[in-house]
């Protein structure tokens, strides 16, 4: 691929057919890879600000010729990522901290993710931002954003003060959904700290939080968002706010678990890609609001933009409200709209969110693992036809048609035909769960009979 492309998130894997996110670690590796900042550096000639590397944790010597190649690659994409919002940048007194994330895809379809702390250094008159961006492999945006607060508070005081922060972290084992790890920090003047890190049990949430998404849009956007979604469309986000942005989209794609999104996938675009927007791929992106003039005057395909600032959709195909079955998208919005003015902790909140959905997949989809035929070795044959005629709903099978034709279902249906069992994930509980509730609703039935 060109190098270009090296720098787009196309994510062509399939990352975790299960699983939202990344795949998913039962613990004990590396925390992170790169601990960077990123700081604007005035160019030679004009007034533009470049962003630059400044610091790099660990250093790394003795990289295989290919390994140095690779890590060139990456460090030069990284400072684009930290500043998408071109290089017209001025000294400020003042400056909201941001937290965002993007994701890079290797030539070899692995990923890694860039946390983002954006914020003015500790000081007097007007000064710079700077980014502290933590790359890791490891999909889990609450549990570094964490470890951003913790970097944050050291930097106030100097860069020697996180550099042992970070080299305990390093060689912490990253916990097991669930589990707990904790490091013992030693601050000047305040003494020893210890910080507890968990992980969240349930794994296809610990990368989202869902409050962002649901602050900017209504309960229908946000289906009609995951009807383009399910058939694979053009998605663009519009917001000024990087840590909205980033949100937002991680949000949406979270909605498609147990599937997982692999196309191109860039929550904030930086400037100098905006033209992924005329990909006739299908791609979910997110640009900043003071680019979208160049947006909407670029030659795209059908596509469906939302203004996250405004609530709305500006461009759209204009058949989202007919692409899921009329009954299921009633029962995705009865359940959203239960309870959702009493207090939630985030955890919950994912989960009033994110269920329903998972409930949509159980419904139209959930059978699939009884028409996975077996050969003697084990290796599985999807019978295409059985499955979508198994569904006595005349819109459910109208739907599933279409659905079955996807790269999200047969990338799932690919890693289903390989393994002997259905995975014994959350999705699965859900599947036994509910095909529970139908015998025991059917054996009701007959008693009243």
């Known amino acids: 691929r060109a190098s270009r492309d090296n720098l787009r998130d196309t994510g062509k894997e399939p990352e975790r057919a299960q699983e939202h996110c990344l795949p998913a670690f039962a613990g004990g590796q590396h925390f992170f890879e790169y601990l960077l900042v990123v700081s604007l550096k005035k160019k030679s000639a004009g007034a533009d600000y470049e962003p630059t590397i400044t610091y790099q944790f660990p250093k790394?010597?003795?990289?295989?010729?290919?390994?140095?190649?690779?890590?060139?690659?990456?460090?030069?994409?990284?400072?684009?990522?930290?500043?998408?919002?071109?290089?017209?940048?001025?000294?400020?007194?003042e400056y909201p901290r941001e937290t965002f994330s993007f994701v890079l895809t290797n030539v070899d379809g692995s990923r890694k993710i860039g946390y983002c702390r954006r914020l003015l250094p500790a000081g007097r008159g007007p000064r710079l931002p700077k980014v502290y961006c933590i790359i890791s492999c490891l999909g889990c945006f609450g549990l570094f954003s964490?470890?951003?607060?913790?970097?944050?508070?050291?930097?106030q005081i100097s860069l020697a003060v996180i550099y042992p922060f970070m080299q305990g972290l390093r060689e912490a084992a990253f916990p097991?959904?669930?589990?707990?790890?904790?490091?013992?920090?030693?601050?000047?003047?305040?003494?020893?700290?210890?910080?507890?890190?968990?992980?969240?049990?349930?794994?296809?949430?610990?990368?989202?939080d869902f409050s962002s998404l649901l602050r900017c849009l209504r309960f229908e956007q946000i289906l009609q968002i995951f009807a383009?979604?399910?058939?694979?469309?053009?998605?663009?986000?519009?917001?000024?706010?990087?840590?909205?942005?980033?949100?937002?989209?991680?949000?949406?794609?979270?909605?498609?678990?147990?599937?997982?999104?692999?196309?191109?996938?860039?929550?904030?675009?930086?400037?100098?890609?905006?033209?992924t927007v005329c990909c006739p791929t299908p791609f979910m992106v997110g640009v900043q609001t003071r680019f979208q003039q160049q947006v909407m005057d670029s030659p795209m395909e059908e596509v469906l933009l939302v203004n996250l600032c405004e609530g709305t959709f500006l461009m759209s195909v204009g058949d989202e409200k007919d692409i899921l079955p009329p009954k299921l998208q009633d029962d995705i919005l009865d359940s959203l709209g239960q309870g959702t003015n009493e207090p939630q902790t985030s955890e919950q909140l994912n989960e009033h969110v994110s269920g329903p959905f998972v409930q949509f997949f159980v419904k139209t989809v959930g059978h699939y693992a009884s028409y996975?035929?077996?050969?003697?070795?084990?290796?599985?044959?999807?019978?295409?036809r059985a499955f979508c005629k198994a569904l006595t709903s005349k819109a459910n099978r109208r739907f599933v048609k279409k659905f079955v034709k996807t790269q999200l279902f047969s990338l799932f249906i690919q890693e289903?035909?390989?393994?002997?069992?259905?995975?014994?994930?959350?999705?699965?509980?859900?599947?036994?769960?509910?095909?529970?509730?139908?015998?025991q609703k059917k054996s009701r039935e007959k008693t009243v009979k």
């Open 60 to 93: 790394r010597e003795n990289l295989l010729r290919g390994q140095q190649e690779e890590e060139e690659r990456l460090l030069g994409a990284i400072p684009l990522f930290c500043f998408p919002d071109g290089n017209e940048w001025a000294p400020l007194t």
């Open 146 to 155: 964490k470890i951003l607060d913790e970097v944050e508070k050291r930097h």
């Open 176 to 208: 097991a959904p669930g589990k707990t790890v904790t490091l013992k920090s030693f601050i000047p003047d305040s003494g020893t700290e210890f910080i507890s890190l968990t992980r969240p049990l349930d794994s296809h949430l610990e990368h989202v």
């Open 228 to 275: 383009s979604a399910v058939l694979e469309r053009r998605i663009i986000f519009l917001a000024e706010g990087l840590s909205t942005l980033s949100q937002c989209i991680h949000a949406a794609a979270a909605l498609l678990y147990p599937f997982s999104w692999a196309h191109t996938y860039i929550p904030v675009v930086p400037e100098s890609l905006l033209d």
């Open 372 to 384: 996975i035929k077996r050969e003697a070795n084990g290796q599985g044959h999807f019978q295409e």
């Open 416 to 439: 289903a035909e390989k393994s002997r069992n259905p995975p014994a994930g959350y999705f699965q509980q859900k599947i036994l769960e509910y095909e529970d509730q139908k015998k």
